[in-house]
């Protein structure tokens, strides 16, 4: 709707005088109406949407965000609703997860703890008790296994150092089994080979003592037999090898058995292979012999029918 309004000047009256006659000519009518363009004082048109009448012959632009429904009015948008642009003619509603109040350019999304599952929320509800949400969030959540929640919370919480929460939407922890939960993990966890827990509600493992050992992580350290050896963190009694070694303090040492054995063990050995190296030497001697001349032999020198007993032999035929 224009509004509009026109102003009628007072009549006013312009003589002519020729020869002895008087013309007179009534004034124009002045139209002006809020919200003309200055263009064209003549006529009147309505504020483009967008734009407002500022009492002056333009239409401006709404400087801030929000609407401009009609000329002469920027209104900014409703509970609910947002607008980041000036000069528009509808608003926009908030997505679930978001909420916003009157004039808001933006929406805002609901904080931890909270949530909204409507569009054109103008607030979030918070979440029941054991019951907890991330940023801009559309419903609640009951908390993790091994997270509790002792009330209306912002986030779930860790069970601390010794304690677990066994199920989803725990309002408490309790404490391990005799195992274990350092207060970064979530979960208690079984002693680890060579450890023992036997307590409840513990942080740490101990560690299996000298002289003991631990077969399983949740039994107290069993004594080591006088015959084994346990060191520190020993799962089970580690023996010298029978018959050839025995027990002397922490260490194995030989059994008088094992010195025997190595004793005619090494004396056999060495008999054998002086046997051998006899053999050998006896071998080559009569090696030696049977490649000799067959008259090498000594005799004393003489001769025999005018030959000398050394010469070879000469066939004389028969």
Known sequence: VVRSQTTLTPAVTASTVSENVTTTTPAMISTTAIGC??????????????????????????????????????????????????????????????????????????????????????????????????????????????????????????????????????????PCRPMHKPSRQKMCQICSSGFYQISWGQENCDICPENHYCPSPDVNPIQCPSDAFCPEGSTAPGYCMETFFRKAGDTCELAPVTIALLVIGGGALLFIILLVLRRRKDTDSELSLSRAPLLRKERPPGRLYGVPCDAEPVYAGW
């Open 37 to 174: 363009s200055a263009l064209n004082t003549s006529t009147c048109e309505a504020c483009a949407p967008g734009s407002y009448y500022d009492n002056t012959l333009l239409c401006l632009c709404c400087p801030e965000v929000g609407l401009c429904m009609f000329p002469g009015a920027c209104l900014p948008c409703f509970q609910g609703f947002y607008q980041p642009l000036a000069g528009q003619q509808t608003c926009l509603p908030c997505l679930p997860g978001f909420y916003t109040f009157t004039g808001s350019p933006v929406c805002q999304a609901c904080p931890p703890g909270s949530f909204t599952n409507n569009t054109g929320s103008l607030s979030c509800r918070t979440c029941s008790p054991f019951y907890t949400s991330e940023r801009n969030a559309t419903l609640c959540n009951p908390c993790p296994e091994g997270t509790y929640c002792s009330s209306s919370c912002v986030q779930c919480q860790i069970c601390p150092a010794g304690s677990e929460a066994l199920q989803d939407g725990a309002k408490d922890c309790t």
